[in-house]
């Protein structure tokens, strides 16, 4: 830590002997530092002593170094307080402590704390802001803030809920953090100014009654409320305090340590906190969207033991944000997640391996998308069964045998983490399951839910094992849901090529690529190919029997692995990109790839992706053909929206990379690159870099511009397409349903309704952009409400 000079010039002694010693007081003034760090994050911790006796030695230490590391302290405490919500009421003990001995202390801190919630408001992080709002809360209970002035900030942060003209979600945002806060500080408030409280709860619910709901749908898990209720987070929430406002604000999950100091933090003075309105909505806003609360467990569901605390218990929101909050800090590294969720610390008054799989299930299916990867989930869960064998197996065998029974009703969304991540669990425990207890599922008609998750599983095993293993490990009457050996279907060497036109050319062309030909010798060989379009009349723009040939044979001379796919690939990318030159020689392209492997799914995944990535199909080629008749017995697969999804994916990185391109040039040739933490020595020298080196030029960003313009209207098309293409399919199926007297709610309709849910949802920042062209365009008011609903749904998800 860099200190003032202490001495004047002329005092100097100038030897090293002085440079010396200058160093030496930093690095013990450093090593105070770490020292006070350490002892405050590791307060509350596993010790010999207890707590109370820990908290007033810590106040000692911490009193005593007020006068040199008064800035530290603060810093320390205020960072411990956003990143260790779970400790908050040890730390909020210990500035109490700290404001009963130093007043002028604990009103600093107040002010650093204001200051936190303040900027985490202005920055928009809502997390953050919420664990300030908290903390301020609970130094009520410590008798360092008034339980006045922290009314006044909870009523003018629910006056955001009467704004007009701003996004519902920041009202939102608004109510959930104050009804967050009152488990903590309810009964001190409640104690000391009841109707003051009861008045700022008639306005939470005067919004509540009044608020639109239009997006509940789209973000449940299943369609359903039987056995458990699908409830959206404020409503569950709101139903939570009101219980506790039944039972007269007494919780029995929140550690409250200064209430073994009452009789000390009592006689202290307390702070009035500043008078703190919300920042007004800015439209770069970005606010957190709306969830809804995922139950799978009730006390039924639980062998004898503790008790599972009740949905509208306080308890139950309290366990599960403390185990969210587990998941968030340690997910990069499963094994220490896995041990610190079961050294929960209140494990003995709840059953704990319930709450931690429903949690991570939670997670996993959490709505729109979850917050980390699929197997980030699957590899906790590996780890919990292997440090709890006794119990956390049979709880997620339990877990997975009521998902399974409820998948009728499951989101389609949903429906895929649950294959990636059974698939994964399977793998790691040798690919034993009790397949007979699902056998009834055969007995239904294939596009049910039920055997189509077994069918897409096995499928997902064959990508993490091989086909003999999954043939060994399935019982016989699972035999019509095995996948086919992952072979490639060449057209030109099977029974009747000989009459097929191109056969001849491909064994010359399957003769020259074994002889290492040059790609123009292989344009060579196809030359004499005629163009049957030409012959049906066709303009005959591309040439079908060339790709027929060129594509069938090269990537079945590169079918044994896809090493050898790419080689082959990138080695005569040329001769593709002069055979795909239009869109549909492309989709022809696809075509190919598709009969050729259509019998290995993870091929077609893997070798679209190799297409998109060199540029020789477009975007809009793939989706088009996903689209196409051709792939209609594929249609509700798991792989062909994989292809979509990383299709639509590889689009949006590629506006996104461009798009932040621009800015940086932008702020390059304003001269903007410095930021304030820089000294004026190292902002000179990036300027004079900048001058001499990168600063682009004014054509350099408005070429960038128009390549980012570019960028847009692809990604516009690309939407437009899969969105124009979907409502054409179901509004089909819904008029042929309605012109037969049919039911239209049948297997086909949930899954494609389902996944066109999918697409707006996975791909919502991107798909937001051009809401009003879809709606004007497309999801019009004409249109079915069926497909019209979905729509609307999506769009009140930032409403």
Request: proline letters at 4%; a negative charge; hydrophobic letters at 40%.
């Amino acid at each position: 830590m860099l200190r003032p000079r202490t001495y004047d010039d002329e005092d100097m002694p100038g030897g090293s002997g002085e440079r010396g010693r200058k160093r030496r007081r930093m690095s013990e003034s450093q090593e105070v530092e770490d020292r006070l760090e350490s002892l405050i994050i590791r307060v509350g911790e596993k010790s010999t002593s207890s707590l109370e006796s820990n908290l007033e030695g810590l106040v000692s230490v911490l009193e005593a170094d007020l006068g040199a590391f008064r800035a530290r302290i603060l810093r320390i405490l205020s960072d411990c307080a956003i990143r260790m919500p779970e400790k908050c009421t040890i730390y909020t003990t210990l500035v109490g402590l700290l404001n009963a001995k130093n007043y002028n202390f604990g009103g600093e801190l107040v002010d650093f704390i204001v200051k936190t919630f303040k900027t985490s408001l202005k920055m928009c992080r809502w997390d953050a802001a919420r664990y300030s709002l908290r903390f301020l809360a609970d130094l009520v209970n410590c008798h360092v803030i008034s339980a006045t002035s922290l009314l006044q900030l909870l009523d003018n942060m629910v006056d955001v809920s009467n704004e007009d003209t701003v996004p519902q979600v920041r009202r939102d945002w608004y109510v959930f953090a104050v009804l967050s806060t009152l488990p903590w500080v309810g009964r001190d408030l409640y104690e000391k100014k009841e109707s003051a409280l009861e008045s700022l709860l008639v306005k939470i619910e005067v919004f509540l009654n009044k608020r639109t709901k239009k997006h509940h749908n789209c973000l449940r898990v299943w369609s359903v409320d039987a056995p458990h209720p699908q409830e959206e987070y404020l409503d569950c929430l709101w139903a939570q305090i009101r219980k506790l406002r039944q039972d007269n604000w007494a919780e029995k999950h929140i550690p409250r340590p200064y209430l073994a100091f009452d009789s000390i933090l009592c006689e202290a003075l307390q702070h009035n906190l500043p008078l703190i309105n919300p920042p007004s909505h800015q439209e770069s806003n970005v606010y957190p969207m709306p969830w809804v609360v995922y139950r799978m467990f009730d006390y039924t569901d639980c062998p004898d033991g503790p008790l599972l605390p009740g949905a509208h218990s306080i308890e139950r929101f309290l366990i599960e944000e403390h185990l969210h909050h587990i998941i968030e800090t340690y997910h990069v590294e499963r094994k220490d997640c896995a041990a610190h969720l079961l050294n929960f610390p209140y494990k003995a008054k709840i059953p704990l391996e319930y709450c931690i799989v429903e949690v991570i299930f939670a997670e996993l299916f959490h709505m729109p998308t979850p917050r980390y990867l699929d197997i980030c989930y699957g590899s906790i869960l590996i780890e919990l069964c292997k440090l709890q064998p006794a119990t956390m197996p049979q709880v997620l065998a339990q877990a997975t045998e009521i998902l399974f029974m409820r998948i009728d009703s499951m989101n389609t969304s949903c429906f895929d983490r649950f294959v990636n991540w059974f698939s994964y669990h399977l793998s790691n425990f040798q690919f034993r399951w009790s397949w007979d207890d699902w056998d009834s599922c055969l007995l239904l008609e294939p596009e049910h839910p039920r055997p189509k998750f077994i069918q897409e599983v096995l499928h997902k095993c064959l990508r993490l094992s091989y086909h003999q293993m999954i043939r060994e490990m399935m019982p016989e009457t699972y035999a019509r849901l095995l996948p086919v050996a992952p072979e490639p279907i060449y057209k030109y060497s099977a029974d009747g090529a000989a009459a097929l036109p191109g056969t001849q050319t491909a064994h010359q062309l399957v003769v020259a690529i074994r002889q290492k030909c040059a790609p123009e010798e292989v344009i060579d060989v196809l030359k004499d190919l005629p163009n049957p379009s030409e012959n049906a009349g066709d303009s005959g723009d591309f040439n079908t029997l060339k790709i027929d040939v060129f594509v069938q044979t090269l990537l079945n001379l590169g079918s044994k692995s896809f090493s050898h796919s790419f080689a082959a690939i990138s080695k005569f990318h040329q001769v593709f990109k002069a055979l795909a030159e239009t869109e549909e020689a492309q989709i022809c392209v696809l075509h190919n790839l598709f009969e050729l492997w259509r019998n290995h799914e993870q091929m077609m995944c893997v070798l679209v992706d190799k297409l998109l990535k060199l540029q020789i199909v477009d975007c809009s080629a793939v989706a088009t053909w996903i689209f196409s008749k051709e792939m209609t017995g594929e249609f509700t697969k798991m792989y062909l929206w994989e292809i979509l999804h990383l299709t639509i994916k590889k689009m949006n990185k590629h506006v996104i990379k461009l798009g932040t391109e621009l800015t940086e040039a932008r702020d390059r040739l304003t001269g903007e690159e410095s930021s304030s933490s820089e000294s004026e020595e190292e902002s000179a020298a990036k300027k004079k870099k900048i001058e001499i080196a990168d600063k682009p030029t004014e054509e350099m960003v408005e070429r960038m511009e128009e390549k980012l313009e570019a960028a847009n209207v692809e990604q516009k098309k690309l939407f437009l397409i899969v969105f124009q293409r979907f409502i054409m399919i179901l509004s089909e199926h819904l008029v042929r349903c309605d012109t037969d007297g049919r039911d239209y709610d049948t297997d086909w309709y949930r899954w494609t309704i389902g996944r066109l849910q999918q697409v707006f949802l996975v791909h919502h920042e991107q798909v937001q952009k051009y809401s009003s062209t879809l709606e004007s365009l497309l999801f019009t008011s004409d249109l079915d409400s069926h497909i019209l609903d979905v729509f609307q749904q999506f769009n009140a998800l930032r409403a």
